[in-house]
């Protein structure tokens, strides 16, 4: 069998057997096949697409490639993953809220693709903390406090690393089949019994259309329950960023305020809901009366002192809960103002998130090193009035030069004279038997 032969396959969009697909995920992660013919696989299944029999498949044996975690079957073990978006800081504030409520949250994590920030990434803006586990590692801290994220540990799902960074740069991310394994594969592999889809939607998302937020969503929730786990998916807002914070250790910053019960709105609303979404599916309660949950953990300060203990836990700075000047500082700061006064009817979330990749936020090539303290805060959101010549974003960056972003920033806010009718922040609920819109 020949990779050669595998990949002129899927060009002229041909089904793939369960033995080609298992000698290709072989090969990536013994290395007998390069990068070159990975990548010209990649575009074939982007362009051409897999069935669903092709993509179950695939996900077994990505899911399979590496160790698997097997947790201990009384405990109500919980995971959360979200399609990708701008400012999207949940899993900080999620995993905290569940594990005030009993849950246990192991959770493998990924890194930024493009120009959508990973947890991993915020995380290791915190001096000192430890992303990159052993398996024993990982093992210790969860069986001790029951909050723990990691990336993707030792040799667990190998040949989704492989994929994962050459997808980034090579313009194939936003495919369904391909986006569906690489995270259902880490699901699987991880373990946990209950799992929470986070799948945005809008001009900030890799699913711009509801309609493709809801092809994935299901295509996930489906690989799901085949494997016995319990899976939801809940369809949120990304037209516009989620929250104020836009880079990691900003972000950070931002989720810890949320904790601290400093902040509502849209990533509020997201994380309660989500939060809420995982404790039900792991005790069968009500869900409204799990969101009410999630709320009360926030409120009594439970769920900032399960992010304490993750921090200390994985050899974070836990004095960087009250003092944010432990966080490495930019050398610049940028003041974005107005040009007129007016409502914010819109923002558009891919530009600002590509805006703070290029002052250093992000990875724009697989290698690109990020700045954890660049990045963008906004003064206002969408529905907010603003006034000529003010302040509506700082920027942050280690780049001194800098005038083209700030150029291209007044484009960003869609100003007009009356307000605009809200987006919905929580669109729909898909499960395995229903989908539902809210």
């Known amino acids: 069998m020949r990779m050669y032969d595998i990949i002129e396959k899927k060009r002229d969009s041909k089904k793939l057997n369960y033995k080609e697909l298992q000698f290709f995920v072989t090969g990536i992660c013994n290395k007998t096949i390069p990068d070159y013919q990975t990548t010209a696989f990649l575009m074939a299944a982007y362009l051409n697409g897999f069935d669903e029999e092709e993509t179950y498949q695939l996900c077994e044996l990505m899911a399979n490639s590496g160790d698997v975690m097997v947790f201990h079957e009384q405990l109500k073990t919980a995971d959360k993953h979200s399609t990708g978006g701008v400012g999207d800081k949940t899993s900080l504030i999620v995993g905290p809220v569940v594990a005030a409520n009993g849950l246990t949250l192991a959770k493998m994590s990924g890194r930024g693709l493009g120009y959508t920030g990973g947890t991993i990434d915020k995380l290791e803006s915190i001096p000192g903390f430890n992303a990159t586990l052993s398996l024993k590692q990982f093992k210790e801290i969860y069986k001790k406090s029951n909050l723990c994220i990691t990336g993707q540990t030792g040799n667990m799902v190998p040949a989704d690393k492989i994929l994962y960074g050459l997808r980034d740069v090579t313009a194939t991310v936003d495919n369904i089949p391909l986006i569906a394994t690489s995270i259902m594969s880490k699901k699987l592999a991880a373990g946990a019994k209950n799992i929470v889809l986070d799948v945005k939607t809008g001009n900030g ?8 937020a809801e092809a994935l969503a299901t295509k996930m929730v489906e690989i799901g329950a085949n494997n016995n786990r319990n899976v939801s998916a809940l369809i ?29 709105g849209h990533l509020y609303d997201v994380s309660i809901n989500l939060a809420g979404e995982l404790i039900h599916l792991a005790t069968n309660e009500d869900r409204e009366q799990c969101i009410e949950k999630a709320i009360k953990s926030i409120e009594n300060g439970s769920a900032l002192e399960k992010l304490k203990e993750m921090i200390v836990n994985q050899g974070g700075d ?27 009817t819109d923002i558009k979330a891919k530009s600002i998130g590509k805006l ?31 006034n000529e010549k003010e302040v509506i974003a700082m920027l942050y960056s280690d780049k001194k030069n800098v005038k083209d972003i700030i150029d291209t920033f007044t484009d960003i806010f869609i100003i007009r004279d009356k307000k605009a009718k809200p987006y919905k922040i929580v669109i729909g609920r898909i499960t395995k038997d229903k989908v539902i819109y809210f």
């Open 318 to 344: 836990i004095r960087i809960i009250d003092d944010y000047s432990l966080f490495k500082q930019a050398k610049y700061t940028f003041e974005i103002k107005a040009e007129k006064s007016g409502y914010i």
């Open 356 to 386: 703070s990749m290029m002052l250093g936020a992000g990875r724009e090539t697989k290698t690109s090193i990020i700045d954890m303290s660049a990045g963008i805060v906004l003064k206002k959101q969408v529905g907010d009035y603003l």
């Open 236 to 264: 949120t807002n990304m037209n516009y960023p989620l929250g104020y914070n836009i880079g990691n250790s900003l972000e950070v910053i931002e989720a810890i305020e949320l904790l601290k019960g400093n902040i509502k």
């Open 205 to 212: 998302a890799f699913m711009s259309t509801i309609k493709a």
